[in-house]
């Protein structure tokens, strides 16, 4: 790290972006993912990435003091910038407890530990209030989607966060795995399940309810019968950072409430 607090600071994924924005921090910002777009003014800092894909040389031109990045997915992004001499924080939250402890980690890195505390705490505070007003109601069977060719269900912080609002996942007993490829289910597993509501969110592709309700054999869950097969849009919910605990949480929400 060329100094200490960074002041030149590069996100390779959308929830350090928007974790920096709400700590009022933004202007540090000088390079950021194509996929960021919370909140909209983000969309005028100079992109530097996909997800599995960085320009090195783009990166290396702005000048960063610290680059953020997130997952095993951006491993060889990171040993790319790490070869090059730049300093680099490897996030890799897949819970809620993981989303609060990466907003405070994101404060103690740029010399603002008080402001990330404040801010995880009313996330915390947030996220409580909504479970505590999905208590003592009837919850429904949740199969939450988040590929469809292979079947993946929900990662970590999406199956918590459908308890938080007030459902089931069918699935939870996988959330835990590292990777999607541990989170496959077969459509013979998703029909046992006989879930009550579908949520779908297909990372980045728009999810095609009528493709999910044709099926083979899925005519009569309980969610396909009710027409309950909703969209949640991924940039709401499959960001492991505040907007799933904010919008994502929300949209779970009023999602389930019908069914209620």
Known sequence: MRQFPPRRLICLTEETVETLYLLGEQDRIVGVSGYAVRP???????????????????????????????????????GALAKAGVAVHLFNQRDLAGIFAMIRTVGALIGESDKAEALARSLETRVAEVARAANGVPRPRVYFEEWNDPMIS??????ELIEVAGGQDVFAHLRGGATASERIVSST??????????????????????????????????????????????PLILQPGPAALTDGLDALRAALLPSM
Do not use: H, N
Request: aromatic share 6%; net charge positive; proline share 8%.
């Open 40 to 78: 909209p003014e983000v969309r005028s800092k100079p992109r530097v990435s996909a997800f599995t894909s960085a320009r090195i040389d783009k990166i290396m031109a702005l000048r960063p003091d610290l680059v953020l990045a997130f997952s095993d997915l951006q491993a060889d992004i990171v």
């Open 154 to 159: 929900a990662i970590g912080w999406v199956s």
């Open 189 to 234: 597993d998703v029909i046992a399940a006989e879930p009550e509501v579908i949520l779908a969110s297909w990372c980045g592709r728009k999810v095609v309810p009528r493709q999910i309700a044709e099926r083979p054999g899925w005519a009569t869950l309980p969610a396909v019968a009710r027409g309950r097969i909703v969209e949640i849009k991924s």
